[in-house]
Every structure is written in C-alpha cells, then in structure tokens.
T-cell receptor, first 116, second 115 residues
Framework: AQTVTQSQPEMSVQEAETVTLSCTYD???????LFWYKQPPSRQMILVIR??????QNATENRFSVNFQKAAKSFSLKISDSQLGDTAMYFC?????????????FGKGTKLSVKP | EAQVTQNPRYLITVTGKKLTVTCSQN?????MSWYRQDPGLGLRQIYY???????DKGDVPEGYKVSRKEKRNFPLILESPSPNQTSLYFC??????????????FGPGTRLTVT
C-alpha cells in the first residue's frame, strides 16, 4: 500500500522569504503522479502543482516549485517570495494511475503561516 | 463554469437520523470520490466510482453508502449517523485520462456535525 508522509505539522515563514515543505512517499509502483494541494481558511482544495513520476524535470508554477527525488521518494515544495495569501494547510498527495486509477492518497498536511 | 457542487454546506444532525449529502459535477467526468477530512489525519477516501453503476470502497467506508445512477451525481448516504462521523466532507471528480494527469476537482466541502 502506498503511504504519504509529511513530517512537519506546522511551519512559519516571514513574508517575502522562502520556505520548503517536505513530503516523502512509499510505493512500489512506477506510474504515478504527485501533487501539492493548498487549503486556505475557506477550506477549498486548490491544486498548486503536479509532477509526473517519469519526468525528471522538476515542475514549476510561478513562485511554487518542487524538488522531486524519485530514488529517495521525496517530493518537497518550495515557495519563494512568500505572501500572506500563502497562509494555508498544504497537502502532499500521491496518485497511482497503473492500478486503482484516480485514487488520491494524502499526507496529513502541513500548516503554513506567513508572518508580516 | 466547470465545477463540483455539494449540498448542504453545513449540517447539524442527531445520532441515527438518516441524511444524504449530494454531489454533482458538470464536467462529464468518469471518476468521482468522497473524502473525509479530520484534524491531524489529512483527507481519507470513503468511496469512489469509476463510472455509472460502478462504485468501490475506499479506506474508511464503514457507516457510509453511495450510489452512481447518473454520471454527474454521486450522493453520500449516512443511514444512521454517529458522532464519530462528525467531519468535513469533500466530493471530487476527474477524467480518467493520462493527459489530464487525473487532476481531481474538489467541491467546496460539507461540514457535518452529529450530536
């Protein structure tokens, strides 16, 4: 069974600085995606960034980027130039599209606070 | 506007009183799923459906039922709610196609309290 671990329950960062959220996963599968979701106080789940396992290049979306280390099964999220609106829960998620297609497995989340 | 809708958004009920949380999507997605979110536990899958009349259990199905009679709708049924089902519930949907990265679109959530 696949598992996703986020080892930092809470983190804080000063506005305009950079922060990295950690995520590790365990799987024996080869065909999968990894995602980071943001959940602001509104509770809406918002997709931040995605990475397909067979792609070696790290995904980037504006101020958000990932460090995908497939052999180490690590998938960290870097937020550059942090903004107050980045304050949220962040969930790392794994999806294997080879077997039970579409089933997302989530980590327990990291609560990020951006301080002015 | 492409979206997943859930109703109700908030619900307070009593133990044993049957309830249904509706979920509807307008994107013609094959896949739909229900999750519950509890503090410190992240999101856990309750049930999912790969297409009409095809449903299967997720990680925490006890105490829940679902049905998929139409492609757009995937209601969650609690026939005899108990206080341990107090939670935040999310419905999600996606295409089952590699080019979409199986991206799941989430509804706004339903906050359920069972007293």
């Amino acid at each position: 069974a696949q598992t996703v671990t986020q080892s930092q329950p809470e983190m804080s960062v000063q506005e305009a600085e950079t922060v990295t959220l950690s995520c590790t996963y365990d799987t024996s599968e080869n065909n999968y995606y990894l995602f980071w979701y943001k959940q602001p106080p509104s509770r809406q789940m918002i997709l931040v960034i995605r990475q397909e396992a067979y792609k070696q290049q790290n995904a980037t979306e504006n101020r958000f980027s990932v460090n995908f280390q497939k052999a180490a099964k690590s998938f960290s999220l870097k937020i550059s130039d942090s903004q107050l609106g980045d304050t949220a829960m962040y969930f790392c998620a794994f999806l294997n599209y080879g077997g039970s297609q579409g089933n997302l497995i989530f980590g327990k989340g990291t609560k990020l606070s951006v301080k002015p | 506007e492409a979206q997943v809708t859930q109703n109700p958004r908030y619900l307070i009920t009593v133990t044993g009183k049957k309830l249904t949380v509706t979920c509807s999507q307008n994107m013609n997605h094959e896949y739909m799923s229900w999750y519950r979110q509890d503090p410190g536990l992240g999101l856990r899958q309750i049930y999912y459906s790969m297409n009409v009349e095809v449903t299967d259990k997720g990680d925490v199905p006890e105490g829940y039922k679902v049905s998929r009679k139409e492609k757009r709708n995937f209601p969650l049924i609690l026939e005899s709610p108990s206080p341990n089902q107090t939670s935040l519930y999310f419905c999600a949907s996606s295409r089952l196609a590699p080019l979409t990265s199986y991206e799941q679109y989430f509804g706004p959530g339903t906050r359920l309290t069972v007293t």
